[in-house]
């Protein structure tokens, strides 16, 4: 009787032991860095991932101040965590600096949120964050192509379009760049692009004069199942997925009468069917187009 007792009480201990050991797998596994603090503010859990990121092993990190481990290099984390435990409102996608052990710099994005214990009252907070270092430095290495890194020159004709390139990435109209073949005209539309409010948006290239008219309309404008023959599947065009950004429309001055037309529809109605279908679509692209041509001396021809 007294040896099934003794196990009747076991049973429960070694199934909460498992099912711990399962969950701190599971804990260690995660990619994103967690870090669990007390009220005090000491480290009670800190997984693998957290010790990659920081440079820290977990079992020097537990009991110890977060500050000590996890370094912000600019932001009052210690005020955003006091506020959490009052308003209980919690922080997501915070972009921060930290310093390693080794003294390297990262950057993280952050969650961080309340823990409650099982009747419902505080217990500390949770950090969960994720090492986008890596992201961030191939977006400014992009980002600063196209700055002006690219356009050389400190002359006088050159500061000026500088100046028109800042100009013009404050506004939403569409643009036109004129200039001789192998004058840059990409890089400016890159550089207006990326410093204007769709810095975040894509930016689609289409080369108007490498496509015959039947193959640009649809590559623009996209098509439908069954529109012509080959058409096996829906595909978008290059107006969709520029949507929320910036299509550049190299030679434009070689675009067709019929094209012409449905861009033309674009810019005054923001919208346009796919190649076959009648459904109307909508989406918020900006155009800058560039040509070699002078298309006014055209025009009145």
Do not use: W
């Amino acid at each position: 009787m007294l040896k099934m007792s003794i196990q009747k009480d076991l049973v429960p201990d070694k199934s909460c032991l498992q099912q711990r050991l399962k969950l701190e797998a599971i804990f260690n596994s995660v990619s994103d860095g967690i870090i669990a603090l007390n009220e005090g503010y000491q480290i009670t859990s800190f997984n693998r991932a957290a010790g990659e990121i920081t440079g820290i092993e977990p079992q020097n990190a537990v009991d110890q101040p977060y500050a000590d481990v996890f370094k912000v290099r600019s932001q009052n984390l210690a005020k955003i965590l006091a506020d959490i435990q009052v308003d209980g409102k919690r922080i997501e996608e915070m972009e921060l600096e930290i310093d390693r052990a080794d003294g390297q710099k990262r950057t993280v994005m952050l969650n961080v949120d309340r823990l409650v214990d099982v009747d419902g009252n505080l217990a500390g907070v949770v950090l969960i964050f994720r090492d986008i270092s890596e992201v961030r430095r191939l977006k400014e290495e992009l980002e600063g192509r196209y700055r002006f890194h690219n356009l050389i020159g400190k002359s006088r004709q050159m500061q000026e379009l500088y100046r028109l390139i800042e100009q013009t990435a404050d506004s939403d109209a569409s643009v036109i760049i004129e200039g001789e073949s192998g004058t840059g005209k990409e890089l400016v539309a890159h550089a207006i692009h990326y410093n204007s409010p769709r810095a975040d948006g894509p930016f689609v290239p289409v080369n108007c004069s490498a496509l015959p008219e039947t193959l640009l309309e649809s590559e623009l404008f996209g098509y439908v199942k069954g529109a012509f023959t080959g058409a096996m599947r829906d595909k978008i065009g290059r107006f969709e997925a520029a949507d929320g950004g910036t299509i550049f429309l190299d030679e434009i001055g070689d675009v067709s009468p019929l094209v012409q037309l449905k861009l033309l529809r674009f810019i005054q109605e923001r919208q346009f069917e796919r190649v076959g279908d009648r459904k109307s679509i909508k989406v918020d692209v900006r155009i800058i187009a560039a040509t070699n041509k002078k298309l006014k001396e055209l025009v009145r021809e």
